[in-house]
């Protein structure tokens, strides 16, 4: 576990007392952090075919 995600649990633990809400706010930050790094990643993947790179040069 990352220090951040460390963080959020440990704030989330604090802030929410019921479990529902905390289950629905630990669905929500891994949703977006997963989703977000989805979308990262593509973008990034975009980014170096757009500047020449052919795949073997990417995945090398």
């Given amino acids: 576990m990352s220090v951040f995600?460390?963080?959020?649990?440990s704030l989330m633990w604090s802030v929410f007392?019921?479990?529902y809400q905390r289950d629905q706010a630990k669905?929500?930050?891994?949703?977006?952090v997963?989703?977000?790094g989805d979308v990262m990643s593509a973008q990034l993947f975009g980014l170096l075919r757009f500047s020449g790179l052919?795949?073997?040069?990417?995945?090398a």
Avoid: E, K, P
Wanted: proline share 0%; glycine share 4%.
């Fill in 5 to 9: 995600n460390l963080f959020v649990v």
């Fill in 54 to 59: 052919s795949l073997t040069a990417i995945a």
């Fill in 27 to 32: 669905r929500f930050l891994d949703t977006a």
């Fill in 34 to 36: 997963v989703r977000g």
């Fill in 17 to 19: 007392t019921d479990s």
